[in-house]
Nanobody, 127 residues
């Protein structure tokens, strides 16, 4: 069992930045690839970014490519999502997730491919 706790969400103006953190506990963090997903009101959850166990491979949704950066610190059991040039359409609840299968790649883009989830953190971007 892996417990995931996100933090760092908030309200910022368009064009601003936020850094989300997700701290894992319960199992060896480096045994998992990690992903970030988001869900806006009335919309389905969508993939944002993923990173493999070592941090050497990353993958991004087209909508955030060039603006968001996923990274991890295995010594701190933490995965980050640096979000720059934020837009109102980035408003959503952001959740991190752990994938115990595709640990060497960052190819997991479907929520069903992840085994453990955090509760999420709200990100609101004002125009």
């Amino acid at each position: 069992q892996v417990q995931l706790v996100e933090s760092g969400g908030g309200l910022v103006q368009a064009g601003g930045s936020l850094r989300l953190s997700c701290v894992a506990s319960g199992r060896t963090f480096s045994n998992y690839a990690m992903g970030w997903f988001r869900q806006a009101p009335g919309k389905e959850r969508e993939f944002v970014a993923a990173i493999n166990w070592s941090g050497t491979s990353t993958n991004y949704a087209d909508s955030v490519k060039g603006r968001f950066t996923i990274s991890r610190d295995n010594a701190k059991n933490t995965v980050y999502l640096q979000m720059n040039s934020l837009k109102p359409e980035d408003t959503a609840v952001y959740s991190c997730a752990a994938d115990r299968i595709r640990i060497n790649s960052a190819t997991g883009e479907s929520a069903g491919e992840y085994d453990y989830w955090g509760q999420g953190t709200q990100v609101t971007i004002s125009s």
